[in-house]
């Protein structure tokens, strides 16, 4: 596979923080990004996308930024609960339905009350 | 939004026996699926691209003999670990995008544990 098995790092955030996480992507044709989320044993749930003509964008309590400069993404997520606490992948493809979508190494968010 | 439905979401099985994974999407159609395989602790690795109607493409170093793909339908894709050992027991999740739909992002199946004992 294309994706790096590394072990997961840890952010660790009291409530209410602000969180940032981050991901490099290792594609510069890649144009579409994505952030998901997963809870343990389930599958990964959508949170944020972004195409490679904005460099931010916003959602209910997230935000996106994109540097394709340096292929960076990040995800800011505001006033953290502990319901956020799970391990956040970004994913990166080229548009079109029938293109891959290759996940980053992924970071565990856990929130302390 | 699309739904994913993946079964069974966990299976035991005995060495030297194959196992059947089932991926489905719900609600819309979906011409190309995708495979991950996921250890503890680590990122969801692609194993291969389903191709309905046509062979499956793997990643590098995936054993096409190994993990069986069909994809028959429009709507359904299945994986089979065949003579299944212990080293493949890991958490498998398939994804789907809808082509109706350009530049969306792939929805998942809530992945297959899979024990080999």
């Known amino acids: 596979g294309e994706s790096v098995g590394l072990h997961l790092p840890t952010l660790s955030v009291q409530e209410g923080d602000n969180s940032i996480i981050n991901c490099a992507y290792s594609?510069?044709?890649?144009?579409?990004f994505i952030w998901y989320k997963q809870e343990s044993g389930k599958g990964p749930q959508f949170i944020i996308d972004?195409?490679?003509?904005?460099d931010k964008r916003q959602g209910q309590r997230v935000t996106v930024l994109l540097n394709k400069t340096v292929k960076h993404l990040s995800l800011q997520i505001a006033a953290t609960q502990p319901g956020d606490s799970a391990v956040y992948f970004c994913?990166?493809?080229?548009?079109?339905?029938?293109?891959?979508?290759?996940f980053g190494a992924g970071t565990r968010l856990a929130v302390h009350p | 939004g699309a739904v994913v439905s993946q079964h069974p979401s966990w299976v035991i099985c005995k060495s030297g026996t194959s196992v059947k994974i089932e991926c489905r999407s719900l609600?819309?159609?979906?011409?190309?699926m995708f495979w991950y395989r996921q250890f503890p602790k680590q990122s969801l690795m692609l194993m291969a691209t389903s191709n309905e109607g046509s062979k499956a493409t793997y990643e590098q170093g995936v054993e096409k003999d190994k993990f069986l793909i069909n994809h028959a339908s429009l709507t359904l894709s299945t994986l089979t670990v065949t003579s299944a050992h212990p080293e493949d027991s890991s958490f498998y999740i398939c994804?789907?995008?809808?082509?109706?739909?350009?530049?969306?992002?792939?929805?998942f199946g809530q992945g297959t544990r899979l024990t080999v004992v």
């Open positions: 972004i195409r490679s003509n904005m």
């Open positions: 994804s789907a995008r809808d082509q109706g739909r350009m530049n969306t992002e792939a929805f």
């Open positions: 994913a990166e493809t080229i548009s079109g339905g029938y293109n891959k979508l290759i």
């Open positions: 609600d819309f159609q979906a011409t190309t």
């Open positions: 594609n510069s044709a890649s144009d579409y």
